[in-house]
């Protein structure tokens, strides 16, 4: 026979392998009634898959709603009980991974402010060792993917065999579309580099506000992220943190519905042949632009040639302006957006200057 406590773990293993893993709750636990009203209507919606409360809050200044810390634990307990639903919750210290084990929190997260500190995620790991718990690691809230990925290999080394991503979003001065610019190149660059991860947006810290969540999470199911963590609150406009971003139960399940769930793979021979056909064309012009651009830089070294005999700087201004204002303009005739045709000329002049460089000084 199995204990209950076999049975959960089990359970918390289907939950955690799910695709699209979809968790939902509010950003912090305030009642008990919250806690336990919120998750039944999540339940309700048979939608959500896993119920998440903040206990501890990292706020930004003193004399805000810090969380109401451990007591909080039993409310999740009580929910998980009512609703089946397994848990999760944020931890930053030793004490409080010690306290979540302690009230059966299936999951834990280590939130964006902490990943940015090796001190704490050494703490949080170091806690965690011989510990059987899946834990899931938010991008650290400046741009850093070196430090998301410091983060992940400490909870690894500390032997947590189940990890998961979370992104976010970055903080960023003066950005206002966005509470957290989601900067998705980076995030997928993460995403590539840990592939046996789950990797899950949070759509509800990136975009600090109702009315553009839905875009947000449609584009990470376009980029084919593994699941969502989306705030939610029996009553958003009154939470006691993030209410400007956090929807009711059911207005979370009216977008899971609306939706275009699409999928990574299909099995029509006659798509794969078609996608195969485009994607050779794509290499093919791949290659031609490689060559291209090798030949560009052998006339860039002959131009050093010169510039070296006649003693000549290598950086001229007005003739670069010339090159871009010339390509952004015939770029801009075929559909190129004039701030990639700068990044991407940019990266053109940095490698030519390179090749004169070497002329000029070999
Ligand atoms: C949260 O999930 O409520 C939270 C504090 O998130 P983050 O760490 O992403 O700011
Ligand atoms: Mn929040």
């Known amino acids: 026979m199995q204990t209950t406590e ?37 339940a309700a919606t048979g939608m959500v898959d896993m119920l998440r409360a903040g206990i501890w809050k990292p706020r930004t200044k003193p004399g805000m709603f810090e969380g109401v810390g451990a ?10 009980k009512l609703t089946g639903l397994p848990t999760t919750i944020e931890v930053a210290t030793a004490k409080q991974v010690q306290d ?32 059987d718990v899946p834990v899931m690691i938010k991008n650290p809230i ?23 991503l979370i992104h976010r979003g970055f903080s960023s001065y003066g950005n206002t579309e966005y509470r957290n610019a989601p ?7 993460m995403k590539l580099k840990h592939p046996g991860m789950p990797f ?12 553009t969540l839905l875009d947000t999470m449609q584009k990470a199911i376009d980029l084919d992220y593994d699941g969502l963590m989306i705030e939610s609150h029996m009553d958003p406009d009154n939470a006691w943190s993030d209410a400007k971003q956090q929807v009711t139960p059911e207005r979370l399940a009216e977008m899971l519905n609306s939706i275009i769930w699409r999928r990574e793979d299909v099995n029509s021979e006659e798509y794969h042949a078609a996608l195969e056909r485009l994607r050779q064309q794509i290499n093919q012009l791949d290659e031609e632009l490689i060559q291209m651009l090798g030949r560009r830089m052998k006339i860039a070294e002959q131009i050093g040639e010169y510039k070296k005999e006649n003693n000549i700087t290598i950086l001229q201004t007005s003739r670069w302006n010339e090159v871009i204002e010339r390509a952004t303009a015939r770029g801009d005739k075929v559909g190129l957006s004039k701030e990639f045709i700068t990044r991407y000329f940019d990266a ?6 390179n090749h004169q460089k070497k002329v000029i000084d070999g």
């Open 200 to 211: 899950i947006n949070d759509p509800s810290h990136i975009c600090g506000r109702r009315d």
């Open 348 to 353: 053109v002049h940095m490698e030519s200057i």
């Open 142 to 164: 400046n741009p850093d993917l070196e430090l998301w990925a410091g983060a992940v290999e400490r909870v690894a080394r500390a032997g947590v065999k189940k990890i998961g």
């Open 6 to 42: 076999q049975a959960i773990k089990g359970q918390t293993e289907v939950v955690w392998a799910k695709c699209p893993l979809i968790i939902s709750g509010p950003c912090s636990a305030e009642t008990e009634e919250q806690v336990v009203a919120t998750a039944q209507r999540l």
């Open 100 to 131: 979540a084990l302690t009230f059966d929190v299936d999951v834990l997260w280590i939130g964006a402010r902490t990943t940015v500190n090796p001190f704490s995620v050494q703490e949080v790991a170091d806690a965690l060792r011989g510990v």
């Open 71 to 80: 007591k909080g634990l039993s409310w999740l307990q009580q929910a998980k």
């Open 183 to 189: 900067m998705w190149h980076l995030a997928i660059d």
